[in-house]
């Protein structure tokens, strides 16, 4: 018997369930370096020696142990593996769900800033904070504030001036489209021969108050 042939048995006799030569391949492949076309060639050897069985369904062989090398197992047995079986799948389980856990409060640990970068990130804040409270200092110490008194005596100045504009402006076109009635020529070259600047002109608009 071949080293790969013995692997194979061993294999199969540990894990006492049906296997294609592709399913032994995969699973042996990395571990004991076996190319596919020996594994293939060691299952049909095995099989033809009565060491392990075969099955053909379709297109394809299925391997397995043999089953009369094991003992019989009773019902008690198999009641009693099963409760095994049972058991180890919730200890699974409860394993698997402390591995997520784990691996979640890892993954914030690594998010978490260190002891020196939660140190040099205070020290930046302090300096910007600093600069606030500097500028802060220079707006209250400032000489130049504008009072409420000034500000509402500018606003009611502006108001007053934008009322003003819009009166001239209407009074302007109310008079240039008089003019434009007996003009033979067009709004525009009355305007260029008058020499008449427009608020569009110079891309200006009233405000609005």
Not at 12 to 40: C, I
Not at 64 to 87: G, H, N, P, Y
Request: hydrophobic residues 35%; charged residues 35%; glycine residues 4%.
């Amino acid at each position: 018997m071949t080293i790969g042939a013995a692997i194979i048995l061993t294999y199969l006799n540990e894990k006492n369930r049906p296997y294609s030569a592709q399913d032994v391949f995969g699973n042996l492949q990395k571990q004991h370096s076996l190319g596919k076309t020996a594994v293939v060639k060691a299952m049909e050897q095995l099989a033809q020696e009565g060491k392990i069985r075969e099955k053909v369904y379709g297109k394809q062989k299925i391997y397995f142990a043999d089953q009369s090398q094991f003992a019989d197992v009773s019902d008690a047995d198999l009641k009693e593996m099963d409760c095994r079986i049972t058991e180890l799948s919730s200890q699974v389980q409860t394993v698997s769900q402390d591995c997520r856990r784990l691996d979640a409060e890892l993954k914030e640990l690594n998010s978490s800033l260190t002891t020196a970068e939660m140190t040099s990130q205070i020290q930046e804040l302090k300096a910007e904070c600093e600069g606030y409270k500097e500028r802060l200092n220079k707006i209250k110490s400032a000489t130049n504030h504008v009072t409420p008194e000034e500000r509402e005596k500018v606003y009611k100045e502006r108001c007053l001036f934008v009322k003003e504009w819009k009166k001239r402006k209407r009074l302007a076109s109310d008079m240039m489209g008089a003019i434009l009635e007996g003009y033979p020529k067009s709004k525009k070259q009355f305007l260029e021969e008058v020499g008449i600047e427009t608020d569009e002109d110079h891309k200006v608009a009233i405000p609005n108050i």
